[in-house]
């Protein structure tokens, strides 16, 4: 991964209700996340995963934070990904627990 590709903005969709960070499946990758560090109320459409604003954002700006030292710019934009195929296999219990909730 190249240092223009580190610093490029992300950008954030956001509607009336919720809101997604979208990266691309490789970036993902490469901050050393899977399918299975996600939720299921994330999405997927070709090489984009849109990870929804409350845990699965987070989970990819701790680890983005710690490959790079950052946390990378973001571009907001109103918009959706709800249509897109759901992402992710952690359960609501998962994701509350890994929150000590």
């Given amino acids: 991964m190249t240092d223009a590709t580190v610093t490029q903005a992300l950008t954030f969709f956001f509607d009336p209700g919720h809101g997604w960070l979208i990266v691309t499946r490789d ?35 701790k680890a983005y934070e710690a490959k790079y030292g950052a946390q990378p710019p ?3 934009k109103a918009g959706t990904c709800r249509h897109w195929a759901r992402f992710g296999s952690k359960t609501y219990e998962e994701v509350m627990a890994s929150y000590g909730g």
């Fill in 27 to 61: 970036l993902f990758a490469a901050v050393g996340l899977t399918e299975r560090d996600i939720s299921t109320y994330s999405y997927q459409q070709g090489d984009l995963l849109g990870l929804e604003e409350d845990c699965d954002t987070m989970t990819f700006f």
């Fill in 74 to 76: 973001i571009l907001e």
